[in-house]
Structure formats: structure tokens, C-alpha cells
């Protein structure tokens, strides 16, 4: 998100085709190239896992979610729609995972990544140049790299 934890922040929840279930977090006023608290303060951070049977989601106040999962064991599949800064109602945004009765090894695989299409700054002869990730040579666009990520995963 930012370290700036009075800056405007969105986000969003969706599944993917291919089934990947994902939050996106961003500030709302990006800062390329800028840091506050030795973290960025542009691009889009990814929380993503398999959209799987007795998965359960959920986004808003940190009291709020916490307390659904100690409760009720799963989320309530709910989005916040009120875009705030950071340290009001501090959002958060969950997974739970209904493993059912575990009788064998079981995996769930979550990614978190942060997505910056502009990465870097070169220096070079003719002044300062901003540079793509390299993701962006591979991928259309942000959540197919995120989707990819959980896709190859071995536990797949």
C-alpha cells in the first residue's frame, strides 16, 4: 500500500477465469519513484490464492475482519467500499480456508507481490530514463503475472 499511513488508499477483490481469487491493494495518489518509510509509494500490491471450495473473503477495519475469522471460523465474503486512508479503520483484506477434516498433508498456496509497471530510473548519456519491469516483457498486464505465479505453483 504505503508507508505514508495518512495517504488515501483503494482496493478491490475479484477471481480471475482461471480461477485465481485476488486483492488489490493501491494508493490512491501514486508516487512513482517515491518512499515513505522505506516502501513504495506506487504500484499495486497483490494478495492472491486459488478461488477453491470453502474459500471465504473478506475486506474492511481490521477489528472487523479479525474478529468474523475468530468467531465464525470463515469470512463473511464481503467487501469494504469505503476507501480510506490506511490509519482509519486500518483495512485489512483475508483468506480463510476451509481445510475440512485434515487427514493427509494439505497445501494452500497464497502470493503477495507487488506490481510497479515503471520500476527503475537509468541514468544514462541522455538523462534519466524511467524503465519497465521486466514482467511487463511477459506478461499483458499485472494479474496475469499474479496469476501466473499461482498457476505453475507445484502444489497445483
Do not use: C
Amino acid at each position: 500500500m504505503t508507508g505514508d499511513t495518512n495517504a488515501d488508499v483503494e482496493w478491490d477483490y475479484d477471481v480471475t477465469d482461471d480461477g485465481i481469487a485476488y486483492h488489490k491493494v493501491y494508493r490512491q495518489q501514486q508516487l512513482q519513484f517515491g518512499e515513505t518509510r522505506d516502501q513504495a509509494d506506487w504500484g499495486h500490491w497483490y494478495w492472491a490464492t486459488h478461488d477453491n471450495k470453502g474459500l471465504t473473503v473478506q475486506s474492511g477495519s481490521d477489528v472487523v475482519v479479525r474478529n468474523a475469522f475468530v468467531s465464525n471460523g470463515e469470512l463473511a465474503d464481503t467487501k469494504d467500499p469505503k476507501f480510506r486512508p490506511v490509519n482509519k479503520d486500518w483495512p485489512v483484506f483475508g483468506f480463510s480456508n476451509d481445510l475440512g477434516a485434515v487427514t493427509n498433508s494439505v497445501n494452500v498456496l497464497y502470493t503477495l507481490g507487488l506490481a510497479q509497471e515503471i520500476a527503475i530510473q537509468f541514468d544514462g548519456k541522455d538523462g534519466l530514463k524511467p524503465l519497465n519491469s521486466l514482467w511487463t516483457s511477459y506478461f499483458a498486464d499485472a494479474l496475469e503475472a499474479v496469476s501466473s505465479q499461482i498457476s505453475a505453483s507445484i502444489f497445483h
